[in-house]
C-alpha cells in the first residue's frame, strides 16, 4: 500500500474505551490497536507487545539501552513509552494519523517531544526510504495496521529493504505480522531476503496470531548461551520475561537456524 496520496482526513479516527482497569485504542472499530493498565501506564499490558521487545535478546548487555530507538506505527505508545521512559533512550516514533498521536497524549500518557523523545505525523515509507535516516536507527519496531488490522500496511520487498538500510551496524527490528494469515510466509521470506536467514528469526504465535519477527544487523544467531545470559538480564533489569521469549525462537520458513 502507497501513502503517498493518502487523504489525510479518510483515515479512521482514534477512539478509546476502557474495561477493567485497561484503556484501549481504537481506530473506529472494536480492534484493539493498542492497550495501556492505567494503574502501570510504563508496563507493557498486551503480550504481542511484549514479545516485539525480543530485540532486546540480540543486544549485547553493554548496549542495550543505548543508542536510538525507533517505532514505525505508534499504537498506544506502549513502545515508545517503555523505551524513553523506562529504558532511557533517544526515541522516535512516525505515526501517520494525527488523530492517534492526539488520542495518546490526551489518553494514553506520551509525553511532549524533547530531547530524547520526538514524535513524528509522517508517512512510515517515507521515513525509511529518505537517505538522510540511513543507518540512524539502533532499534526499529515495526506495527502498522489499519481500522481493520487486517495485514500490514507497509509489507513490501522494498520497504523491509528500506528498513534494513534504517538500521545501524548491529541494529535489530522487530515486526509484528499476523502469522495465521496466509501472508505471513510471504512477509517472512520478504524480512529474510533483506537481512538472510541466518539473521532473522521469528517467536511462536500469540493465541491471537500476532508473530513477532526479529531481524538484525552484523553477526548470525549468538550461541544459546549467550541468549540465556542476555535473557538473565533483561527479566533481572527491566521485568520481561525474556527466558520465555528465548524458548519460542524459531526459523523462519524455510530456514534452519543453528545455536
Not at 169 to 191: K, P, T, W, Y
Not at 240 to 254: D, F, T
Amino acid at each position: 500500500m502507497n501513502h503517498k496520496d493518502v487523504d489525510l482526513d479518510k483515515l479512521a479516527p482514534a477512539t478509546m474505551s476502557e474495561a477493567g482497569g485497561v484503556r484501549y485504542l481504537h481506530l473506529g472499530t472494536p480492534w484493539v490497536q493498542g492497550a495501556m493498565r492505567v494503574r502501570k501506564p510504563q508496563a507493557l499490558e498486551l503480550e504481542y507487545i511484549q514479545r516485539m521487545m525480543a530485540w532486546m535478546l540480540f543486544r549485547p548487555q553493554e548496549q542495550l539501552a543505548k543508542g536510538h530507538a525507533v517505532q514505525l506505527g505508534l499504537g498506544a505508545a506502549a513502545i515508545t513509552r517503555f523505551c524513553h521512559g523506562v529504558m532511557k533512550m533517544r526515541t522516535t516514533a512516525v505515526e501517520l494519523n494525527p488523530t492517534v498521536i492526539d488520542a495518546c497524549r490526551l489518553w494514553f500518557r506520551l509525553p511532549d517531544d524533547g530531547a530524547r523523545l520526538k514524535v513524528l505525523q509522517a508517512d512510515a515509507a517515507d521515513y525509511a526510504a529518505d537517505p538522510r535516516h540511513a543507518g540512524t536507527a539502533d532499534v526499529l519496531c515495526i506495527d502498522l495496521y489499519d481500522h481493520d488490522a487486517a495485514s500490514p500496511v507497509l509489507d513490501s520487498a522494498a520497504f523491509y529493504r528500506d528498513c534494513a538500510r534504517l538500521l545501524a551496524d548491529q541494529g535489530v527490528m522487530s515486526v509484528n505480522l499476523f502469522g495465521r494469515d496466509a501472508s505471513f510466509e510471504r512477509s517472512a521470506a520478504r524480512i529474510a531476503a533483506a537481512f538472510s536467514h541466518d539473521r532473522a528469526c521469528s517467536l511462536r504465535p500469540t493465541k491471537e496470531g500476532n508473530t513477532i519477527v526479529v531481524a538484525w544487523k552484523g553477526e548470525p544467531m549468538p550461541a544459546r548461551d549467550v541468549l540465556a545470559a542476555r535473557a538473565e538480564n533483561i527479566e533481572t533489569r527491566f521485568q520481561l520475561p525474556a527466558r520465555k521469549w528465548l524458548r519460542m525462537i524459531r526459523p523462519l520458513p524455510g530456514a534452519p537456524i543453528d545455536t
